[in-house]
């Protein structure tokens, strides 16, 4: 029986980053995890390089995960209070941005 292994397409760059499987002794099961781990660490670094170097928008969207997760796990009538406050945090954040290259005012 042979299976394949394929990494999501967001991660395929090379055809080498697809894995055939096989019935596999220890030692060529080890092989094949030490090849992946490499193409999964390479990719790692690959988007380190290409990344910013401050990336606080991506550390910030890991935190909204997190808030709507939890917003998921409440009672619906909790999630639903979190969501309007939510709401209008970012309203009043937003607002105060610029638009089209010219200040909000406040009025």
């Not at 002794?25 to 670094?45: N, P």
């Not at 979190?82 to 610029?98: E, G, N, W, Y």
């Amino acid at each position: 029986m042979n299976m394949t292994f394929r990494l999501p397409v967001a991660l395929q760059r090379h055809e080498n980053e697809r894995f055939d499987i096989d019935a596999q002794d220890d030692e060529t099961f080890a092989d094949k995890q030490v090849e992946f781990i490499r193409a999964l660490y390479g990719h790692a670094l690959y988007l380190r390089t290409c990344g910013r170097e401050a990336a606080v928008g991506d550390a910030f969207l890991a935190g909204i995960v997190n808030v709507l997760e939890a917003l998921e796990l409440n009672s619906p009538e909790e999630a639903q209070q979190c969501l309007t406050r939510l709401k209008q945090i970012m309203d009043a954040v937003f607002s105060r941005r610029p638009t089209d290259g010219m200040e909000v005012s406040e009025a």
